[in-house]
Protein backbone atom coordinates (compact mmCIF):
# COMPACT_ATOMS: atom_id res chain seq x y z
CA UNK A 1 0.00 0.00 0.00
CA UNK A 2 0.98 3.48 -0.94
CA UNK A 3 1.18 6.31 2.18
CA UNK A 4 0.68 9.61 0.31
CA UNK A 5 1.54 11.28 3.50
CA UNK A 6 4.65 9.54 3.88
CA UNK A 7 5.58 9.08 -0.19
CA UNK A 8 6.23 5.64 0.78
CA UNK A 9 5.09 2.06 0.65
CA UNK A 10 4.30 0.74 3.65
CA UNK A 11 3.76 -3.13 4.56
CA UNK A 12 0.74 -2.87 6.25
CA UNK A 13 -0.83 -6.18 7.60
CA UNK A 14 -4.90 -5.50 7.64
CA UNK A 15 -6.56 -4.02 4.82
CA UNK A 16 -10.22 -4.21 4.50
CA UNK A 17 -12.22 -4.56 1.24
CA UNK A 18 -14.45 -2.19 0.19
CA UNK A 19 -16.39 -1.02 -3.07
CA UNK A 20 -16.12 2.80 -4.35
CA UNK A 21 -19.34 4.56 -5.33
CA UNK A 22 -18.32 3.79 -8.54
CA UNK A 23 -18.45 -0.09 -8.34
CA UNK A 24 -14.75 -0.50 -8.25
CA UNK A 25 -12.89 -2.34 -5.70
CA UNK A 26 -10.67 -1.28 -3.25
CA UNK A 27 -8.90 -2.07 -0.07
CA UNK A 28 -8.29 0.35 2.88
CA UNK A 29 -5.93 0.64 5.14
CA UNK A 30 -3.91 2.60 7.49
CA UNK A 31 0.09 3.61 7.46
CA UNK A 32 1.56 1.94 10.19
CA UNK A 33 3.64 5.04 10.76
CA UNK A 34 1.04 8.26 10.64
CA UNK A 35 -2.20 6.83 10.82
CA UNK A 36 -3.38 8.21 7.47
CA UNK A 37 -6.11 6.03 5.60
CA UNK A 38 -5.30 4.62 2.58
CA UNK A 39 -6.62 3.36 -0.16
CA UNK A 40 -5.62 1.19 -3.12
CA UNK A 41 -7.71 0.42 -6.05
CA UNK A 42 -7.60 -3.49 -7.23
CA UNK A 43 -8.37 -5.20 -10.39
CA UNK A 44 -11.72 -6.35 -10.29
ZN1 LIG B 1 2.19 7.31 6.29
Given at each position: MYC???RAKK???ETTKK???NG???LQS???DCSTGM???VAA
Open positions: VKCEVSVAKKPMKCPTKF
